[in-house]
């Protein structure tokens, strides 16, 4: 049984940063892609960023050169350190984990909300 908790969320200035954090329990994790997603009030789910077993990295456009994801796997844990902050970046960002090269996310985490303030 996998299970994704995520921490760290809270509520910053913009130009601020947050630190995200999802613990992972289930050793296929090690075995697994992982990732952020973010919903915002009124939108659809967007992909942030992502991060492989091999810790290739990508992001969306929107959070580049802004984020930065990272993951531990001797501790199963996955990071977004999130820097200058937006008020469009708040949302409730969801840690994912294993997928199939086109297939959905198998695990989800329960979200965390960021709320950035100006």
């Known amino acids: 049984q996998v299970q994704l908790v995520e921490s760290g969320g809270g509520s910053v200035q913009a130009g601020g940063s947050l630190k995200l954090a999802c613990t992972a329990s289930?050793?296929?994790?090690?075995?697994?892609?992982m990732g952020w997603y973010r919903q915002a009030p009124g939108k659809e789910r967007e992909l942030v960023s992502t991060?492989?077993?091999?810790?290739?990295?990508t992001y969306a456009d929107f959070v580049k050169g802004r984020f930065t994801i990272s993951r531990d796997n001797g501790q199963m844990t996955l990071y977004l350190q999130m820097n200058s902050l937006r008020t469009e970046d708040t949302a409730v960002y969801y840690c994912?984990?294993?997928?199939?090269?086109?297939?959905?996310?198998?695990?989800w985490g329960q979200g965390t909300q960021v709320t950035v303030s100006s």
């Open positions: 991060i492989s077993v091999t810790k290739t990295t």
């Open positions: 994912v984990a294993c997928r199939e090269p086109t297939g959905p996310w198998a695990y």
């Open positions: 289930g050793r296929m994790i090690r075995e697994c892609g």
